[in-house]
């Protein structure tokens, strides 16, 4: 079992930056796959980045590419999201998550098996 507490989340203005922090209960934490996806009011729960165990491969969707880099600290059991030139398109629920993957990274909703509550990101134009 393992459990994850967002953090990080506020009101900032368009072009303006945040991180957010994903901290995990448990002693198996630099096993896990990991990942964020956001959600919008009235829109479906979107992939925004995913990190391997390592944290050697990482993954983002174009949308976010170039703009948010995903990290992790195995020792403290926490991963991270850097997130720089905000956007208003931006503004949503963010939520981490972790999975075993056999390819080591995931990047589906289906291969996460834990979920955070998420926090709010608003970005104001």
């Known amino acids: 079992q393992v459990q994850l507490v967002e953090s990080g989340g506020g009101l900032v203005q368009a072009g303006g930056s945040l991180r957010l922090s994903c901290e995990a209960s448990?002693?198996?934490?630099?096993?896990?796959?990991m990942g964020w996806f956001r959600q919008a009011p009235g829109k479906v729960r979107e992939f925004v980045a995913a990190?391997?165990?390592?944290?050697?491969?990482?993954y983002y969707p174009d949308s976010v590419k170039g703009r948010f880099t995903i990290s992790r600290d195995n020792a403290k059991n926490t991963m991270y999201l850097q997130m720089n030139s905000l956007k208003p398109e931006d503004t949503a629920g963010y939520y981490c998550?972790?999975?075993?993957?056999?390819?080591?990274?995931?990047?589906?909703?289906?291969?996460?098996?834990?979920w955070g509550q998420g926090t709010q990101v608003t970005v104001s134009s």
């Open positions: 998550a972790a999975g075993r993957s056999a390819l080591g990274i995931a990047v589906l909703e289906g291969q996460y098996d834990y």
């Open positions: 448990g002693h198996t934490f630099s096993s896990y796959a």
């Open positions: 990190i391997s165990w390592s944290g050697g491969s990482t």
